[in-house]
């Protein structure tokens, strides 16, 4: 879900965050293609929902809420845990240096 929230509201096509999954997961998670057409359609039609998810915006460096077109887009989220993860993760500079090439190599078409 976060994977999903993260690429919407960061405005990244849905095409594209679909190949930059599966570059980062050896061609071998064709079951997300589906969730995240089903999700971005679901935010695109939810026009006046707010709250539909949280992201991390990487423009504005805070979290802000997936609300829909017709509500404030630089919602903030406060939250009570000022340590949320950021990034890779617990991975390894040898395996975050993998991912941050594999993403690079994307071509969008």
């Known amino acids: 879900m976060r994977l999903f929230?993260?690429?919407?509201?960061?405005?990244?096509?849905?095409?594209?965050?679909?190949?930059?999954?599966?570059?980062?997961?050896?061609?071998t998670d064709a079951f997300m293609t589906e969730d995240f057409y089903l999700f971005y359609e679901a935010?695109?039609?939810?026009t006046n929902a707010v709250h539909m998810g949280i992201y991390f915006d990487v423009w504005h460096e805070k979290f802000l809420y997936i609300n829909g077109?017709?509500?404030?887009k630089l919602e903030i989220v406060v939250s009570e845990d000022p340590y949320i993860s950021r990034g890779?993760?617990?991975?390894?500079?040898?395996?975050?240096?993998?991912?941050?090439?594999?993403?690079?190599?994307?071509?969008?078409?």
Do not use: M, W
Request: proline share 2%; hydrophobic share 30%.
């Open 43 to 46: 935010y695109e039609k939810n």
């Open 88 to 109: 890779f993760g617990d991975r390894g500079d040898e395996e975050t240096a993998a991912l941050r090439n594999k993403i690079s190599n994307v071509q969008y078409y």
């Open 5 to 27: 929230n993260f690429f919407y509201g960061n405005r990244v096509p849905c095409s594209l965050a679909i190949q930059v999954c599966h570059a980062c997961n050896d061609d």
């Open 69 to 72: 077109f017709n509500k404030n």
